[in-house]
């Protein structure tokens, strides 16, 4: 149930659906009270860590490279320069790897809390900080 | 006696029946009331299991519960021994506080994000290094360029978020800024306003969203109980 602005800038969700946000919210923030309660919240710390995880590696910094030469290059001269790591397709793997590192740890979460047998539409909500275009599944690297 | 499930806190009033019919109640102080539910038969003894479905009905219930009147969720995954045990919560002082602080607010959600297109407008102030790029396209001057344009993009993702956050700060009670999680994430905000606020800053954020070059798309949910709110020993904002 979402609605997006007529310039499609600012997408609105009245709850929270999805199971990322769902995930977000409930792991990482509401009322804690330790002193009081038995406390049964078993590796979940470690599940959000890994949700936040922000990419910073030689792939993305490759890719970076990559997109900045094309973004640039469309009008000027596309004949020499595109340079010989991508030409064989390793401007493919380079997606494949950095978003795969993002969806498998997504999966491995899934995977852990018993949700990856389940499909469901709101998962699909779940992937969207990892970019957009084609998606690749991460746990076949 | 079977063990209570913890949802948040609120005041006493009546569950809705759906809510009800699903097993949540309250167990009352005189101003005060836990919402739970019974454990019962799915009870092993340990920790609840954190599936999708617990997660969120969960979700459900406190933000069911939020339409009508404050709430104050819990993160998920506590479990109550007794009555007893519940009725200690509520003496805590602090609850108090944040229930007449929570009276009439709510949370929303913001999160940013750039398009790819971004790289190319933080790309122009590296001619030189596009240039070895492309006149020598080997892993290393690959890199120099790709650390080059993330240590530009962390720079705009700074300043955008600092101008956001500017933005905002008029709007709304208080903000608690989150790390942005993804390469093109801008910022991660949960913003608690006043209730009767939401349009308003819905309709400055769809107004601030097309103003913004290069595009940032925002993402807003909402109104939401205020899951980011309510640590115990916060603070009170002024």
New interface residues.
Partial sequence: MQRESSQGYLTRAPRSSGLADVLEILLDRGLVIDAYVRVSLVGIELLTVDLRVVIASVDTYLRFAEAVNRLDLRAVDDSKSVPDLFEKGGEEVAETKTKGAVEGGMDAIKEKMGLGSRSDDDDDDDKEQSGSGSRSRGNNQ | MSRLY?Y??TRPREVPQRLADQGVFLVDSEHRSVVVSELGQVDNG???????RN??A??DVV?QLHQDAVV??????????SHE?AL??LE?PEIEQLLDRHERTCEL?LRG?Y???V??E???G?QPL?DA??AE???E???A???A??ER?AARRARDQSLVLDELRPLVLDIAVG???????VFDL?LLVERGRVERI?AR??EL??R?SP??????????PP??F???GMPAVA
């Fill in positions: 913890l948040g806190i340990g920790p609840v299991e954190a599936t999708r997660l969120l969960h979700a933000e104050l969720p819990a993160r998920f995954g506590y479990v109550l021994e045990e200690e919560l805590l959600t994000r398009e790819e297109s790289l190319a933080v790309g122009a590296l596009r790029y492309r396209p080997s892993v001057v690959g890199i360029l790709g650390e344009v993330g993009l790390e942005p999680a993804g390469e093109f994430a949960a819905e954020l769809e969203a097309a913004l595009p940032i798309h925002f993402k807003l949910v909402g109104p939401l899951y980011s309510v640590r115990l």
